[in-house]
């Protein structure tokens, strides 16, 4: 008779411990590519797909391709049909410190009740604009308010914080520069 799966958040635990065994046997395995393809569409409107990656050790061709679109709202001369880039920015954050929340606190036996963000970003069109050379055209500032309900004792709570920010790969990402080469 088979073991009943330890799941913690919705992530089988066996299968995360499996994982990282299989990544430390063979460390190949951790590297992972993701691509996208995307298209301008029409005045601030453009489309992202997303039908392949390259992970553990072999190419993944998805089911169905998968799209995100950008836009920009009415005051920044949009159509408004999707988020803009710095909102985007926000949700590719969000998205990644949920998965890290979530695997972590599984892999440390907590139980996650509830788990949100609150975040804000800030920038200044005259970058953008070339109105003032001192300003970057880029994002200033992110601010991630955590609202995590889990059990735990208040210093694996803590513990569980200090992880997701040390291992967090988009944290990470906006956190430090990355190398950035466009062709044309």
């Known amino acids: 008779m088979g073991s009943i799966a330890t799941i913690h958040n919705g992530v089988n635990v066996e299968d995360l411990n499996a994982t990282v065994a299989q990544v430390k046997a063979n460390p190949a395995l951790a590297k992972f590519t993701f691509r996208s393809k995307a298209k301008w569409i029409n005045r601030a ?17 998805r089911a169905m391709p998968m799209f995100l679109e950008g836009d920009e709202p009415a005051a920044l001369l949009g159509t408004d049909l999707a988020p803009n880039a710095g909102e985007a920015a926000l949700h590719a954050l969000s998205s990644c410190l949920s998965v890290t929340y979530a695997y972590t606190a599984a ?6 009740t509830s788990l949100s963000f609150d975040m804000e970003t800030d920038t200044d069109l ?59």
Do not use: W
Not at 45 to 61: P, R, V
Not at 107 to 112: N, P, R, V, W
Not at 143 to 164: D, F, M, Y
């Open 45 to 61: 409107h453009s489309q992202s797909t997303f039908d392949s990656l390259y992970g553990a050790g072999q190419e993944h061709k």
């Open 107 to 112: 892999a440390m036996g907590l139980d996650i």
């Open 126 to 184: 005259r970058g953008f604009l070339e109105l003032d050379k001192a300003i970057r055209p880029g994002l200033s500032q992110i601010r991630v308010k955590v609202n995590l309900a889990c059990s735990g004792t208040p210093q694996q709570i803590k513990e569980l914080h200090e992880q997701v920010m040390r291992t967090s790969p988009l944290y990470d990402t906006f956190k430090n520069p990355v190398d950035i080469r466009m062709s044309h």
